[in-house]
């Protein structure tokens, strides 16, 4: 039997593509940023896509897309940003905290069999995800959860996050690392090493995605004196920023930085394509990485569609929906073992079944 998803705030669509390449079909993808849409409908066209608010979703919202009487999993990766790490010392904005929940909400008036959330590892010390584990608690779900390094599950990229799956059907356990430890992760070469060569500002002119930000003269020396690996104080004196010859600066040695070949990449953020922003120059081309790089790191697929057309390829606007996406790997790995527990429980049942059919008919037996 099928499992059919929803996807909650389902952005350009990395968890959706996850839990359908593992066999789950994703009949709907919600959110409220309408640049969303495209991305979700091209790349998933048997999916709808629900331009809305998760506020205003209804159970009956829900009930009508999921098919009648099917095994039902509702996913989602609430926005994540009053938790990040980079957030901590911010002020918290209290009306995203609220989509988790409008998440258990949904929980509590839908029942569905599964439940799958994603988001940064600092969520699981804030009182809303203790609500959120209370709600499926009493709602009698079976919960696993646990803070992964994606680059564990093939995603070239080394990026920590809370995987939390909860089962109505049984004991569910979280997946288990498909390339557990640094030796099997997979490098910034294995992933982008065959792209075409670009130069800062460049366009690709077989794949529009292929483009990188263009460099200022000064970002542009400052580029060519990074090595792989290494940081801003590689630099001759004369290229440092202001604020990094202060001691108070020296925090920021993660800025202005190259990734190295033989490593996996450094955390996607919603401004991973600018080389100011983090370790995001390109390994041995004098530019950031392109978001075509961005996204391979994320593991979408090479082809995986953003934007509609050239005009309305933004690098801020696109960069902010690779950052912010589920790696696709990631939500594979969780689609397999909900598959796997869902066919476990049933071949349990049928056999319970069979057993207890099989009693039933012997004992209909004449004596
Ligand atoms: C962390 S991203 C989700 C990424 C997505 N799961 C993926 O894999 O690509 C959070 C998403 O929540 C969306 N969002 C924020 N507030 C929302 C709301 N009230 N209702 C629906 N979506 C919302 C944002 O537009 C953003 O796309």
Redesign the pocket.
């Known amino acids: 039997m099928v499992i059919y998803a929803i ?10 593509q996850g839990l359908r390449e593992a066999g789950i079909s994703v009949v709907a993808g ?4 309408p640049s ?1 849409a495209h991305p979700f409908e091209a790349n998933h066209p048997q999916s709808r896509f629900l331009l ?4 205003s979703l209804s159970a009956a919202d829900l009930h009508a897309l999921w098919p009648s009487n099917s095994i039902r999993l509702l996913a989602g ?4 940003q009053p938790f990040s790490s980079y957030a901590r010392n911010a002020p918290k904005d209290h009306s ?1 905290w609220g ?1 988790l929940f409008h998440f258990s909400r949904l929980i509590r008036d839908t029942k569905p069999e599964f439940v799958t959330m994603e988001n940064v590892p600092g969520l699981a010390r804030e009182a809303p995800f203790v609500d959120f584990l209370n709600t499926l608690k009493e709602g009698g779900y079976q919960v696993a959860y646990q803070t992964v390094n994606v680059a564990d599950f093939g995603v070239p990229q080394q990026r920590k996050r809370l995987v939390l799956i909860a089962s109505k059907l049984g004991q569910i356990s979280l997946p288990s690392p498909t390339h557990s430890g640094s030796k099997n992760w997979l490098s910034v070469k294995d992933a982008i090493g065959k792209l075409p060569v670009l130069d800062a500002g460049e366009i690709d002119k077989n794949d529009l995605l292929h483009r990188s930000a263009r460099l200022s003269p000064l970002n542009s020396s400052r580029i060519r004196a990074s090595k792989p690996g290494g940081t801003w104080r590689d630099w001759p004196k004369e290229l440092v920023a202001e604020c990094h010859r202060k001691e108070s600066g020296k925090h920021s040695a993660g800025v202005y930085g190259r990734m190295r070949w033989d490593q996996p990449a450094p955390t996607m953020t919603t401004l991973c394509c600018g080389f100011g922003n983090g370790r995001f120059g390109h390994p041995e081309q004098n530019r950031a990485i392109s978001l075509r790089e961005a996204a391979i790191f994320q593991s979408f697929p090479i082809n995986y569609q953003f934007a509609s057309a050239n005009n309305l390829i933004s690098i801020k606007r696109v960069s902010k929906l690779i950052g ?3 790696p696709p790997k990631l939500g594979e790995a969780v689609g397999i073992t909900l598959i796997k527990h869902f066919s476990d429980i049933s071949s349990q049942t049928s056999t319970t079944q069979s057993k207890v059919t099989h009693r039933l008919g012997k004992s209909k037996q004449p004596l």
């Open positions: 996807d909650l705030f389902c952005g350009v669509g990395g968890l959706t919600i959110d409220i940023d969303c809305k608010s998760v506020e990766c609430a926005p994540c995203k989509m912010n996406a589920v």
